[in-house]
């Protein structure tokens, strides 16, 4: 391949993705990352790879919704790869704002599914060593399955139940994505993929939300009696399997990513507060005013029909493509609280919303 086009690759997966392969998945051509920057798109989270990859990585601020503007960038760009994350991704914001989800991840989905199916029917690469040179990739999610009860694990196979605005707007693009290669025959792959933790995180997720909560002395909200039960999955590790797919994946798959790592939501938060005592002792964080992280865990009203448990089979994906989850979840808790730690600026230009002044400064509202 020589260019790929990466949608959402300033939100957090996209960004480490971009990241990934650049660095360990070892590719040679260009990235074309287009992101609308939405209040989650951070251009600070690429800072450093533009500057070190000037000339094989390219910005373009736009919307997946723009019919015009991606015809414009599969003609300039003519990518061979598209790696689809540009997505309504919270599903608390959906509950209260369904219409975005809608917007974003079913019309965006459907303009850069048919974009992509004109580009490939009319290019001039023969039509016997095309579907091998191009594949539609899309990033989706696990709770496009609904909920598990108390055993058992969602396999590519198992029956969609979407049970949120979010979910059910993930399917409805899944659905559309499998119907252009049975229609179309366009190659394309699907992952759904578990809970992502990680580097560039937006803190209004679980992790980053209780890090940067506790670094400050401040509640650790946890939905209901915080049983609810995930599978935990390093970004990279993630980004390697959807690298591994987009490479050597079969034309029309679907692939579940796992990490192998069921946990109880309240676990998390005492696995993130464990993390924090060993990085920033709470004796020496004036923050929390002689308390304990611990105490800080705070049980809220519950979700809105929250899921009770997620757990992802991912043997296909190991059987054949060799991909399985390479960082344990206490090492990859350990290595996202570094982070945090190690970014300061990061974090306060996200909390205060710098990074949404530059970028108006430098592309518009």
Not at 330 to 343: F, H, I, P, R, S
Request: aromatic share 12%; proline share 4%.
């Amino acid at each position: 391949m020589k260019t790929i086009l990466v949608t959402g690759g300033a939100g957090f997966i996209g960004s480490n993705f971009i990241r990934y392969v650049f660095g360990k998945g070892g590719f040679r051509g260009r990235v074309v990352n287009l992101d609308k920057l939405t209040y989650a798109g951070n251009l600070e989270n690429l800072a450093d790879i533009e500057r070190k990859y000037k000339g094989r990585y390219t910005f373009v601020k736009g919307d997946i919704c723009d019919f015009k503007l991606l015809n414009g960038i599969f003609k300039k760009y003519k990518p061979e790869a598209v790696a689809h994350f540009a997505a309504e991704s919270h599903v608390d914001r959906s509950i209260f704002g369904p219409k975005d989800f809608v917007e974003t991840n079913i019309q965006g989905t459907f303009a850069l599914l048919e974009t992509a199916r004109n580009f490939w029917q009319n290019s001039s690469i023969p039509d016997s060593r095309f579907p091998t040179s191009f594949r539609f990739h899309h990033v989706s999610t696990d709770e496009v399955y609904g909920s598990l009860g108390k055993t058992g694990k969602f396999k590519e196979t198992t029956p969609y139940d979407p049970r949120s605005p979010y979910s059910a707007s993930k399917a409805s693009s899944d659905h559309l994505v499998r119907a252009y290669h049975h229609t179309y025959g366009l190659p394309v792959t699907i992952s759904n993929c578990s809970n992502n933790y990680g580097p560039y995180h937006f803190p209004e997720k679980l992790v980053p939300l209780a890090i940067l909560n506790a670094l400050e002395g401040k509640p650790l909200p946890v939905y209901g009696d915080g049983l609810q039960v995930r599978d935990w999955l390093y970004v990279e590790d993630h980004c390697a399997a959807i690298w591994e797919i987009i490479n050597k994946g079969r034309a029309g798959e679907t692939y579940n990513v796992g990490g192998n790592c069921e946990m109880k939501n309240i676990d998390v938060v005492k696995g993130i507060c464990s993390a924090l005592e060993r990085a920033v002792p709470a004796r020496h964080n004036k923050a929390l005013n002689g308390k304990n992280y611990a105490d800080l865990i705070t049980y809220v009203k519950d979700r809105a029909g929250h899921d009770r448990r997620y757990a992802i089979d991912f043997s296909k994906i190991k059987k054949e493509l060799g991909w399985q989850p390479a960082v344990r979840f206490a090492g990859g808790l350990a290595k996202t609280v570094d982070w945090y730690l190690a970014n300061p600026g990061w974090v306060k230009n996200v909390k205060t919303g710098a990074y949404r002044k530059w970028i108006s400064r430098n592309y518009g509202k």
